[in-house]
């Protein structure tokens, strides 16, 4: 299966292992020309149409970013692709330009396989969900392909790697341009932060949309000093504008940014309160159910204790013939 990737790329798994794990702001690796040609082109004429069905974000809105999972039911060429994925050829391969070991293909592409965005879309820094949601391995790596035969510098949607986003006079960037056939293969931490500006495509190029392939790979085990508790997918919201500063008059577009800005932050805010009130319901159903499950346990004991002082009350029966 591995003759579907470049043969130059496979040749250098050693090389590109070494810098993997020296890149910063955390361990990560671009590859251009990731697939051989005519497989680039068969993905990119087969990638499936935006559908609002596939398009639900994590406030349960319809937004501008379709996720498409399954990807064998796409068509054959996608059917290969998942072939390769899971195939052990792949996976070693994986391994050695990452250096982590026994990696675990996702047969339920959990949050990954076709990705579209359409513009306007965006993605704040983030770091991802730590185990897979229904087999609870650890989240070891992203690996990203991208579709898109055109891209300008200016269009916004390329990948930004963040140190820390929570601290933005610290924070180091390093912004990836999503040209068609680049790979991004990066480490899954608690500090691999990563997200993308808005998408804004000239008048001429409104057609187009940012598109890619997610695969996510896990391990049984990881690292004892990487683990933490399970958790979802944290945001950290973006910073103001550098130019929104004391001084400064706002412009149209500046208004509509802070706009912006602010609505996401409510809207996140509204997020977490429902969230809270859910945790807070489920909390308060479970003690109540335990409330009960004690009072019937003191009703069965107590009911014992009855019964047992019954049997050792009764006298001595006497035994015929004796």
Not at 55 to 76: C, D, M, P, S, W
Not at 274 to 296: P, V, W, Y
Request: hydrophobic share 35%.
């Amino acid at each position: 299966m591995l003759e579907l990737i470049n043969p130059k790329i496979r040749s250098q798994m050693l090389d590109l292992g070494k810098e993997f794990h020296c890149n910063e702001p955390f361990p990560h690796l671009v590859v251009d020309d990731f697939f051989v040609a005519d497989f680039l082109q068969a993905l990119i004429h087969s990638f499936p149409p935006f559908d609002v069905k596939k398009a639900t974000n994590e406030l349960g809105e319809v937004g501008r970013k379709a996720v498409h999972e399954n990807v064998r039911e796409i068509g054959q060429v996608y059917q290969q692709l998942d072939d390769l994925v899971k195939s052990d050829e792949f996976l070693r391969f994986v391994s050695g330009i990452t250096m982590i070991p026994d990696l675990i293909y996702d047969p339920e592409y959990i949050g990954g396989g076709t990705h579209e965005n359409l513009e306007g879309q965006e993605l704040d820094p983030h770091v991802d969900f730590n185990y897979h949601t229904s087999r609870k391995w650890h989240r070891r790596l992203n690996l990203l392909v991208y579709l898109n035969p055109e891209w300008g510098v200016d269009w916004g949607g390329a990948i930004e790697l963040h140190s820390n986003p929570w601290k933005p006079d610290e924070n180091r960037v390093k912004t990836i341009l999503p040209v068609a056939n680049r790979m991004v293969v990066f480490e899954t931490s608690e500090r691999s932060w990563h997200g993308f500006k808005q998408i804004r495509f000239p008048e001429e190029r409104k057609h187009l949309s940012r598109k890619s392939i997610a695969l996510y790979f896990y391990t049984q085990e990881r690292p004892q000093e990487e683990i933490t508790a399970e958790h979802g997918t944290f945001y950290v919201h973006r910073a103001l504008p550098e130019e929104i500063r004391e001084g400064h008059t706002l412009t149209e577009s500046d208004v509509q940014n802070l706009q912006l800005l602010l609505t996401k932050r409510d809207q996140w805010i509204q997020f977490l309160y429902s969230r809270e009130i859910k945790f807070s319901t489920d909390a308060g159903n479970k003690n109540e159910e335990l409330r009960l499950h004690k009072e019937e346990l003191k009703k069965l004991q107590s009911s014992w204790r009855y019964r047992l002082a019954k049997i050792l009350s009764w006298p001595s029966q006497k035994i015929p013939g004796k």
